[in-house]
């Protein structure tokens, strides 16, 4: 429930204006929906823009002569083969391979970084990053958290890209994904990624805690829509995205959930034997999509079944509009992760049929 002691982004109060209803995340108090709705909020994203506050995120700099170094132990993904003006996502793993976080990290300068922790994993990110600095990296890297000065802001939808060169100082539209600039909006200094978590085009931009309203307000007036974590995460599931502490958490490794385009097996890092050792090996479960008629959706903890026998568990669910029927992800036996097999499903004591379907569910078209 919402409380005095959970933090709040400098838009809370613009949130509760614009009719936001407001609900605990990651120790925040933030939006689940505004007054036209999640469908709606989804629909913009997907045919429009739409802009969600995500300043519940962590804001973590990294820098020093052994920045990359400290990246390239603690990261999945090599900080070394990164350039300046780049950005890649990866895992942050512990020393069993499970994940701390998944993160998308920034390279500013040459020993200098951005990495963006999720909400309720920053205090722990924060800490395993400072334990490796004072046990492997006592001189050379610093980290800085900015969260509490700063805010961000995510641009989302095919109309993300003609939205922004209206209102930064310099088109940012040929932006490669995956990269950063530096800009303006109205005076307010701004670094924008071409990133997000919707399956859609779209920019993440990094603000000033000051400026935060200003820019929003800028962004909302110019046609984009506001969305909150509700459409945020139907979007995301559209898009076969994992969630931390659904499809991946510190029991669960990168290579369980699918994700092993984002794991390097050329270095060593933190979980690196364990995460090598399941590449050659395989493992005992993996993560599937799966399908369902209709708008019954199904949720996490829900089991799945083949004749009568539990052999797995859905980690989300959700009805896709743009899709219009229910999908899911979760994590069965090896045995049946053949897409287009049949699976039972448990929804609280009645059985229904689902497919296994190959993810993403939804692939955004190609830009021209």
Partial sequence: MLSEYNLKTALYDTHVTLGGRMVPFGGWDMPVQYPNGILAEV????????????????????????????????LTGSATSLR??????????????????????????????????????????????????????????????????????????????????????????EMRPFSWSESAIQDA???????????????????????????????????????????RDVLRLEAGLPLHGHEIDEETTPIEAG??????????????????????????????????????????????????????TVTSGSYSPTLDTSIGMGYVFNDYVASGANLDLDIRGRISQVTVTDLPFYNRPRRT
């Fill in 259 to 312: 994700l092993e385009r984002f794991v390097r097996f050329d270095k060593e890092y933190v979980g690196f034997e364990i995460l090598k050792n399941q590449q050659e090996n395989g493992t005992p479960k993996k993560l599937i999509g799966f399908t369902l008629p209709g708008r019954s959706a199904p949720r996490a903890g829900y089991s799945l079944l083949q004749q009568g026998k539990t052999i797995g």
């Fill in 189 to 231: 200094p701004v670094l924008v990624g071409r990133t997000g978590y919707t399956g859609e085009d779209g920019f993440e931009i990094l603000v000033q805690g000051d400026d935060a309203t200003k820019v929003w307000t800028i962004l909302t007036d110019s046609g984009a829509a506001p969305c909150g974590l509700g459409a």
């Fill in 84 to 173: 300046v003006g780049r950005a890649r996502y990866c895992l942050i793993c512990n020393e069993n391979g499970g994940v701390i976080d998944d993160t998308i990290f920034y390279r500013l300068a040459q020993d200098r970084y951005l990495l963006i922790p999720n909400a309720g994993n920053r205090p722990a990110v924060v800490a395993w990053f400072q334990k490796w600095l004072d046990e492997r990296f006592t001189y050379g890297c610093t980290m800085e958290d900015v969260t509490d000065t700063t805010g961000l802001l995510a641009l989302q939808g095919p109309g993300a890209a003609t939205a922004i060169d209206k209102i930064t100082n310099k088109p940012l539209s």
């Fill in 43 to 74: 629909a913009a994203v997907r045919t429009a823009t739409g802009i969600f506050d995500v300043s519940h995120m962590g804001r973590l700099y990294l820098s020093g002569p052994t920045a990359t170094e400290f990246l390239d132990w603690v």
